[in-house]
């Protein structure tokens, strides 16, 4: 799943990831992602404590109406504030109480949000915005370019989860209140992509003076939907924002449940008690497609899954022993047993979907029992070695950890599996106390996103704790590159140089797999798993 927010700070530059079961199926959650635990067949890659009230275990009554809809999650919001987030259940709530300074199309292009436009300077090192005028946040105040300029240096704190994505820029300017002027440090190629996240969603300044610490519980943005309640493990409640500035949206509620038991979020669909689900259980997609009282949406999706080695200690300081490990993973069996054939085996950060994606790079070798002896023999361990897996406590996770646990075994690696709680798997995580830690991330359009804070020297994310000066390098220089083209060719060799060392076993693609009543008009499957409400509408 996609995480974020738990723990106060430290918690909070958690990261957008999904565990290796919940991206699978959902997410992101991860969330990209993500930032959570494995889900069954979708992008519900979304991070944090996952509750276990209410609607969790049970099917719910259907509160069904033309006026109101009613949505599954696999994975509770850990926070509603995009300075704290990172995860992908997080930004499923956040981008309809908040717009983004920058619009994903569901094409992974980007078109005008609350920035009607942008320019960027000859040399890179100047991004004019030009807003929106005459938009409101939900408690009336005015938005304009002072809270812009607000929002990015909140951004920009040392408490932010932000922080490392707007690190390049030097100041802000605010010629007039519609236009904001960002000067960097040097080119940034990823700035547009980052400002239609979190980095670009814009909450209201006087609700955050107001609030203080609290603000993540009373959220005000200028979105199509307002926070209203929410009862944490069970439901969160929005509804609709009548002066929205593109107008009103059409479903007047909107009630999100969690269920952290993919079949029981299938049943609670099946009985009306939730018009439109995160995810689909892969043993159930079939049936689901084949009845007509429902729609299946299921789209390649940009995240990816897979665990983290921690290099720092034991045995995964031991660059043989991670590509022993490396090399005993059948990754193909893991898509064809759990998820039925909905995923893609992988072996970067890049999926199908992602501009950078190359097969040549980026496709898993089969399993190769000579080579892991090899790299036993020349790691001092010949005969094996153990260490422990962390993983999510659901279902589908301790199910692709046992066929991990079986693979390693026959070449004498013996893997203990440890489920826990998403919040405990993730505070783990960021303080590195693991051996494997299956955590993966919700995926975005620009490619640097999926890559340099998880893998670059120092950077938020890297649960590995891994360093190497060829990585960065090739980070860096594809953050500095406006052609795509060439940024692929960095992005190559940066895939390269992590085939080597192994700091992150990736496994998986998920694809982004949703269900909802026939009844549900106007869905869109977007590339970031994320769902817009506003263009929705109940029959």
């Not at 699978?24 to 519900?44: E, K, P, Q, Y």
């Not at 190769?368 to 589908?396: C, M, R, W």
């Not at 960095?490 to 026939?518: C, G, R, T, W």
Request: proline share 6%; hydrophobic share 35%.
């Amino acid at each position: 799943m996609i995480a974020e927010g738990e723990k106060g700070l430290k918690t909070a530059l958690k990261r957008a990831r999904t565990s290796v079961m919940a991206a699978a199926v959902l997410i992101a959650m991860g969330a990209l992602t993500a930032c959570g635990g494995a889900t069954s067949s979708s992008n519900n890659s979304s991070g944090g404590t996952t509750g276990n009230s209410g609607a969790t275990n049970q099917t719910t009554s259907s509160t069904s109406s033309s006026s109101t809809l009613n949505i599954g999650l696999q994975a509770d919001p850990p926070t509603l504030d995009p300075m704290l987030s990172t995860a992908l259940v997080d930004r499923q709530i956040m981008l309809n109480i908040y717009d983004t300074l920058v619009a994903l199309q569901p094409n992974g292009s980007y078109g005008p949000g609350l920035a009607k436009k942008w320019n960027v300077s000859s040399n890179g090192l100047t991004v004019t915005l030009d807003l929106q005028t005459g938009v409101k946040f939900q408690d009336g105040t005015d938005f304009n370019a002072a809270a812009v300029k607000f929002n990015l240096k909140r951004y920009m704190q040392p408490d932010s989860a932000r922080k490392a994505q707007l690190s390049d820029i030097t100041s802000i300017d605010t010629p007039d209140s519609n236009t904001v002027v960002l000067h960097l440090k040097k080119p940034f190629s990823p700035l547009i992509g980052i400002l239609s996240g979190r980095s670009g969603m814009m909450v209201s300044p006087t609700a955050v003076q107001k609030e203080g610490a609290n603000y993540a519980n009373q959220p005000v943005g200028t979105g199509p939907y307002k926070f209203k309640d929410r009862v944490k493990g069970d439901h969160l409640t929005l509804v609709a924002n009548d002066n929205y500035w593109q107008g009103a949206p059409s479903i007047q509620k909107v009630v999100y449940k969690i269920f952290t038991d993919p079949n029981v979020e299938l049943t609670n669909l099946e009985s009306g008690a939730v018009q439109l689900i995160d995810s689909v259980p892969a043993s159930q997609l079939s049936s689901i497609k084949a009845n007509s009282n429902y729609v299946v949406s299921n789209t390649a999706g940009l995240g990816y899954q897979g665990f983290y080695l921690n290099t720092s200690q034991a045995p995964f300081n031991n660059q043989y022993l991670r590509e022993a490990v490396d090399a005993a993973i059948n990754r193909q069996a893991i898509v064809n047993v759990v998820f039925k054939g909905e995923a893609s085996p992988g072996w970067s950060p890049f999926s199908p979907a992602s501009p950078v994606y190359d097969p040549k790079v980026d496709t898993p070798p089969a399993p190769n029992n000579a080579l892991v002896k090899k790299y036993l023999q020349e790691g001092g361990h010949p005969t094996g070695f153990s260490f422990t897996f962390q993983t999510a406590s659901d279902p589908i996770s301790g199910q692709v950890a046992q066929l991990i646990q079986g693979m390693l075994a026959q070449d004498g690696i013996q893997m203990k599996i440890q489920q826990l709680e998403f919040g405990t798997l993730l505070s783990n995580n960021t303080d590195h106390n693991f051996q494997a830690s299956a955590l993966g991330w919700s995926g975005r359009v620009d490619p640097d996103q999926d890559s340099y804070n998880f893998w670059h020297t120092g950077a938020p994310d890297n649960g590995s704790n891994f360093s190497d000066p060829v990585v960065d390098n090739l980070l860096q220089q594809a953050r500095t590159v406006s052609s795509m083209s060439q940024r692929k060719q960095l992005y190559d060799q940066f895939m390269v140089e992590m085939h080597k060392q192994d700091p992150y076993i990736f496994l998986y693609y998920p694809n982004n797999v949703y269900a909802y009543s026939k009844n549900l008009q106007g869905f869109q499957a977007y590339p970031d798993g994320v769902f817009r409400l506003r263009e929705l509408s109940l029959s």
